[in-house]
Each structure stands twice: as structure tokens, then as C-alpha cells.
């Protein structure tokens, strides 16, 4: 994957995530303003991340869901299922992890928190 695919996801994931949830453009967190936050749905908690790089389609990833409230993903920071950042988001929408799918770290920074 080159710097051009690395800016279409960074792009793609800040879109979704602004456009859904324009809250997120105006919150005061760790993260930076306009950062992806994620939702933890097992947890009921959002978490501030930041894109750090995109990652080969090799070994295990966590799928990251673009929502209408936002970013969201079943497993959070200490649940077994966490892949500490490793994401996948189904770009081509065929519900499978493959090659035509991005693939980046985004760690979650915690703390967790009930509100945006």
C-alpha cells in the first residue's frame, strides 16, 4: 500500500467520522480535534485515536465499522478480541477481509468515556 492509499483511508475514516458525528469535529480529548474517535460497543465506551500508518494484509485484524453515529467496533482495550489498533475497514462492501480492503494501526488512547 503506498502514501496515496494511506491518505484515502486517513481521509475516508475523518469523513465518516465528521460528516456522522459532526460533535466529533468540536471535542476537547486527547486526541487531536478532528480525530477518529471509536465506539466499543461491548464496553458502552468511546475512545480517542489517531491514525498512526497503514499495515500489510498480514496476520489479524479488528474490523472497524463505519456507522451513521461514527466509527464503532465490538472489542475494546483489555477484552480478549482487541488487536491493540490493527483495523480493517471493508471498503469494497462484500463483507470480507480482503485485498481490495484497507488495512492501518489506529491505536485507541484511553481512557474510555460514556460521551463524545
Known amino acids: 500500500m503506498n502514501k496515496f ?6 481521509v475516508m475514516v475523518a469523513a465518516i467520522t465528521l460528516v456522522n458525528n459532526p460533535a ?5 480529548g486527547r486526541g487531536s480535534e478532528g480525530a477518529p474517535v471509536v465506539y466499543v ?3 458502552g465506551l ?4 489517531i491514525v498512526v500508518t497503514d499495515l500489510p494484509m498480514k ?4 474490523q ?3 456507522t451513521m453515529n461514527g466509527l464503532t467496533t465490538e472489542y475494546g482495550p483489555g477484552e480478549v478480541g482487541h488487536l491493540g489498533g490493527r483495523w480493517w475497514i471493508d ?5 470480507v477481509m480482503d485485498s481490495g480492503d484497507k488495512f492501518f494501526l489506529c491505536p485507541l ?3 474510555g468515556r460514556t460521551t463524545l
Open 109 to 111: 488512547l484511553g481512557p
Open 59 to 62: 496476520g489479524e485484524f479488528q
Open 5 to 10: 492509499s494511506l491518505i484515502v483511508v486517513i
Open 24 to 28: 466529533v469535529a468540536k471535542k476537547k
Open 91 to 95: 471498503v469494497n462492501s462484500d463483507g
Open 46 to 49: 468511546y475512545y480517542d485515536s
Open 41 to 43: 460497543t461491548s464496553q
Open 64 to 66: 472497524l465499522v463505519p
